[in-house]
């Protein structure tokens, strides 16, 4: 992906990772439109980034998302990059009966990429250059038994994403998927002080220049275990021992 003279919409780019390659993205010399809910935040990330510009948007909302795309069109007819960054992540306890939780999750960080991609489609693919960014995690590969819903969309995410570049592979659409590791965001309230959690900054800047070289999966260093344990042959011995050590944060 060109880094530079894009129109780029970011879900999610009020706070963590998305306002994080927000910036970057616009320091480069890209029209940055940042999307979330709540808009004093969104104010205040382009206040501090002159000619950034927002949109509320909740991606949960199949009307929110046609409102989005609607004045998005009209407004940046030069819109080519979507990048699919909102996301929530919550625990849950499957012994309750109660999917609330789950289907909040499942609406966020699942069908939220799948309806703004969709409602976004023809637009993008009337673009000379274009690229979609899916953001999974590492555990799409490897999944926290503490977060089960939120591991099964970033998995499903990860799938979709294959067969999305796999349908756009004669357009001039590229699609990309950010495999994130564990970043310190507030993605589950206060940002972690453990040192397991890799830094905002590092995790940006490993990725911007990943991004640089035209990979189309984005894995920094760190993600490296998760991604490649389920073809390391001893998937299951990792599994256990990687939740048994995160079990005991919770
Ligand atoms: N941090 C990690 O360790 C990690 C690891 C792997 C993957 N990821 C992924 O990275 C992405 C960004 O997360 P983050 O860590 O940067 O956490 P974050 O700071 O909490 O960012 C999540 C963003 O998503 C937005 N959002 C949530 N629900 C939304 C909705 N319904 N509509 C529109 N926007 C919504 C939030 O803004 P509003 O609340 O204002 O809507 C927020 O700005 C997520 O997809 C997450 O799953 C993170």
Known sequence: ?????????????????????????????????????????????????????????DTADPASIANAVARLTQDFP????????????????????????????????????????????????KQPAAAILNVSSGLAFVPLAYTPTYCATKAAIHSYTQSLRYQLKDTAIQVIEIVPPWVATELMGPAPTDPRAMPLDSFISETMQLLATGAEEICVERVLPLRRAPASGSEAAFFKTFNDALSQRH
Do not use: F
Request: a positive charge; glycine letters at 10%; zero cysteines.
């Open 1 to 57: 992906m060109n880094l530079t003279g894009n129109t780029i919409l970011i879900t999610g780019g009020g706070s963590g990772i998305g306002r994080a390659l927000a910036e970057q993205l616009h320091q480069r010399g890209n029209q940055v439109i940042i999307a979330g809910r709540r808009s004093a935040l969104l104010d205040t990330v382009t206040a501090a980034n002159p000619g950034m510009n927002s949109l509320v948007l």
């Open 78 to 125: 030069a819109l080519n990059v979507l990048v699919n960054n909102a996301g929530i992540m919550r625990p849950e306890n499957l012994r309750k009966p109660d999917t609330a939780d789950a289907e909040a999750i499942v609406a966020t960080n699942l069908l939220g990429p799948i309806r703004l991609t969709a409602a976004l489609m023809p637009h993008l693919l």
